[in-house]
């Protein structure tokens, strides 16, 4: 059987700190990958960590900072792999990760990306797997919340084209984005139930450090393909994929004021309850 080629494509833009530890955790891994690319996403730091680097790790720097959607479309267009998998510079994967997602997405052919559950870990000691992923995703289910996280995934290159690649706009959640676009041109993703990725949550600013700008990029991301939520969840759907992602979110950012938006996603809910009854009573008889 032919055996794919694989690129490692590791992303960052700031804390350099991690990269050698992120870099070290591909290296690792039982089944070797092929290539391993490294994006500057333009750091605002020197360059000294980087130049220890182990001399078969390529590094390319952006001049300007594109986002981690634009790193990730940079390492897939400097590869030459069959297959890509992906990791955030401040994330770590274990050391069967390669391996056993290969064996899956082999033994899955139908599959055109397969990702992986998650271990969080924080600066405390404490961590949280997350498996409790669907094994294929729905639709519908991924237009309601994202399930991939891309530095637990692996695709081919030529799926990364046909999906229309990675889009570098600080608007959206690209993972999201990406599963949806990909979802939406009839494409297959599928679940491993084992955490093989640890993502690190130490609030350094990672952009889910921000529970405000993810507000914003999700919603973003969700009006950006508003024709295919009204499709598939209807117009209620819709708007409560909103009034969740306001919750969650806004549950992030302290007590007092994730009360306050916890009373805003009430409130969207609410009017969406209600708006059909203001409409019967407005309208003439």
């Given at each position: 059987m032919h055996q794919p080629t694989i690129a490692a494509i590791?992303?960052?833009?700031?804390?350099?700190?991690?990269?050698?530890?992120a870099v070290e955790s591909v290296l690792a891994q039982t089944h070797p990958v092929d290539e391993v690319v490294l994006v500057d996403d333009a750091s605002p730091t020197g360059q000294a960590e980087l130049r220890r680097l182990p001399s078969s790790v390529r590094i390319i720097r952006h001049e300007k900072n594109l986002g981690i959607g634009g790193a990730r479309q940079t390492g897939v267009l400097y590869s030459a792999a069959d297959l890509v998998a992906f990791l955030d510079g401040d994330d770590i994967w274990d050391r069967d990760k390669i391996a056993k997602q290969l064996a899956f997405l082999q033994a899955h052919p139908d599959a055109d990306l397969v990702h992986t559950g998650t271990v969080t870990?924080?600066?405390?000691?404490?961590?949280?797997?997350?498996?409790?992923?669907?094994?294929?995703?729905?639709?519908?289910?991924?237009?309601?919340?994202?399930?991939v996280l891309m530095q637990t995934a692996m695709l081919s290159r030529e799926t990364v084209f046909a999906t229309g690649g990675f889009r570098s706009s600080r608007r959206f959640v690209p993972d999201w984005d990406f599963a949806i676009r990909l979802l939406a041109n009839g494409g297959m993703i599928r679940a491993m139930p084992e955490a093989l990725t640890r993502v690190r949550r130490w609030d350094h600013g990672n952009i889910s450090s921000s529970g405000l700008r993810q507000m914003r990029r999700r919603i973003a991301t969700i009006t950006e393909h508003w024709p295919l939520v009204r499709r598939e969840l209807g117009f209620r759907g819709g708007v409560e994929s909103i009034a969740g992602i306001v919750e969650d979110e806004g549950g992030k950012v302290g007590h007092r004021l994730g009360g306050m938006w916890r009373g805003c996603a009430r409130v969207i809910r609410a009017s969406v309850r209600w708006l059909p009854a203001a409409a019967i009573l407005l309208l003439p008889g």
């Open positions: 590791v992303a960052f833009h700031r804390n350099k700190e991690f990269i050698a530890e870990f924080h600066r405390n000691g404490s961590e949280r797997a997350f498996t409790d992923r669907p094994a294929v995703l729905d639709f519908a289910h991924e237009l309601r919340w994202n399930h």
